[in-house]
Structure formats: structure tokens, C-alpha cells
């Protein structure tokens, strides 16, 4: 087995600004960061550290230099995805010497572990809320997922591919594919598909495969499944997920008390 650990929606903004006045997410990822260093040895090997997007607030320069200074700290080698908050170049620039980042085009990648390989889909419509998986996209994946025929996938999207019931956060959701869909369905082997954006831990399934979706490392969106009066943050509810996959795959939540 081969275990990451996925974290998400950090939001990070440019040094000395907290999330819409009031919320520290630079503290927050700091202690998410320690709390996991210290839950590692009780954890065992992991192999990697992956973020699913919304890596800052803003997008621009300053959060993404605030956001280097705090992966300094981080307690294993990571990768990243795009969310809708984040802008593709500058992110690009912030990551290009972590020896995996494209140097153009969509955000993918792809990663063979042990046990599985690690795919990173970038989702994001630049100036838009809601996230697309583009052509180009779709064929990397398809071309992909010719060549890993049986192999266990665990594959990184910000966007969930499926209705949560959040409604305002639905309304800025993955636009439906039917060819993404197809592709995940068809895979020859194992697939379980990792997400963020609703900043909520999450479970569903898209294309017959287990979805599930992190909560954010600082804050949730609000639980409100009736009405669709707009996005509303709540402090808190942070955590990760522990990813333990290969041929069998456990899916497990690490609440912030397991992080004091
Ligand atoms: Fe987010």
C-alpha cells in the first residue's frame, strides 16, 4: 500500500491580509503543517503531501511568495493542483522548481508510486468560479490511462465531479463531461478521484469510483442545503485525508484534534 496525505483550499493570501478581514489562513496551513509532522510517525511512511487547489486566495505574486515561505515547513515532498482561486502562471512560476510542474499548458500531471500512480487534472477556467476539464485535458488523461492499463489510479481534480447538495457551491461545480466520465469508467484497474473546493469532507461517486472531497485547512463553507443565497465561510472544520491505496483502497479523515 501507499499511503498520501491530501490537504486542501488553503487560501493563503499575501502576507498581513487575512481571508475576507477576519480569517488567518497563513496560521492555519503553519499548524496543519506541524500537526501533521507530528502525526507521522504514528502514521508510518507516506509518500507524498498533495494539495487540491486553491492554493491562495488571490492568485497573485505576494500570496504565492507568503504561501513558498510556508512550504518551506512542509514535512514531506508535495505536488499541487489548480482551483479557481489560484492563476495558472503565477502558480506555475511559484512551483517550477519542485521538479514537477508543466512548463505550459494545463496544470497535469502524473506521478508512478509503488503501489499507484498520482494524477493531477487542472480544472480551472481562469476568472471563472466553476471548473471545466478542457480538451486538452481530456486527451492527456485518455492518452494517460492507455499507457497505466490496470494500474491503481488516485486522481487529483479541485472541482468534484458530482453534486454535493451545497447548492451555492454546486452552481460553481464541475461542468458535466460525459467523455471524462467514460474514460475514469473504463480504466482497466482501480480508481479513486480526490477533490477540494466545497471544503468539506465528502463522499460520492462519479463514473461507478469513490469521490471524495477534503476539508480546507482553515475554514468551511456553510451547511446550508436548502437555499442558494451565496457562498458564506465558517472558521474551522479543517483537516486532511489520509489516502492508503494500491488494489484495496482506505479513505481516512484526520480532524484538526488529531492535529493538536
Ligand atoms: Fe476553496
Not at 502514521?43 to 504561501?67: F, Q
Not at 515561505?69 to 499541487?80: D, G, H, V
Not at 473504463?186 to 469532507?201: E, K, L, S, T
Request: charged share 15%; hydrophobic share 40%.
Amino acid at each position: 500500500m501507499t499511503r498520501i496525505l491530501h490537504i486542501s483550499d488553503l487560501h493563503i493570501m499575501p502576507e498581513g491580509q487575512l481571508f475576507h478581514g477576519t480569517i488567518d489562513t497563513a496560521t492555519a496551513l503553519q499548524d496543519m503543517l506541524s500537526g501533521l509532522a507530528r502525526l507521522l510517525p504514528a502514521i508510518g511512511p507516506v509518500e507524498r503531501l498533495v494539495i487540491s487547489g486553491d492554493l491562495t486566495e488571490t492568485g497573485c505574486d505576494g500570496a504565492y511568495d507568503h504561501l513558498r515561505a510556508i512550504m518551506a515547513t512542509a514535512p514531506l515532498p508535495w505536488r499541487a493542483i489548480p482551483g479557481n482561486h489560484d492563476n495558472r502562471e503565477t502558480m506555475r512560476a511559484f512551483a517550477a522548481q519542485e521538479g514537477w510542474m508543466p512548463d505550459k499548458g494545463p496544470i497535469n500531471w502524473r506521478e508512478d508510486l509503488d503501489d499507484v500512480t498520482t494524477l493531477g487534472l487542472d480544472t480551472l477556467v481562469e476568472g471563472a468560479a466553476h471548473g471545466e476539464v478542457s480538451d486538452q485535458t481530456l486527451e492527456w488523461l485518455a492518452a494517460t490511462l492507455r499507457d497505466l492499463a490496470g494500474r491503481p489510479l488516485l486522481v487529483f481534480m479541485h472541482h468534484p465531479p458530482f453534486a454535493t447538495g451545497i447548492s451555492a457551491m454546486d452552481a460553481i461545480g464541475l461542468t458535466p463531461n460525459p467523455r471524462l466520465e467514460a474514460v475514469l469508467h473504463d480504466h482497466d484497474g482501480p480508481v479513486q478521484i480526490a477533490c477540494g473546493h466545497v471544503h468539506r469532507m465528502i463522499t460520492g461517486q462519479f463514473a461507478g469510483r469513490q469521490v471524495t472531497i477534503a476539508p480546507g485547512t482553515s475554514h468551511a463553507v456553510g451547511l446550508n442545503l436548502q437555499t442558494q443565497t451565496g457562498v458564506h465561510f465558517v472558521p474551522g472544520h479543517c483537516g486532511a485525508v489520509l489516502h492508503d491505496v494500491g488494489h484495496s483502497c482506505q479513505t481516512l479523515h484526520i480532524s484538526s484534534d488529531d492535529l493538536r
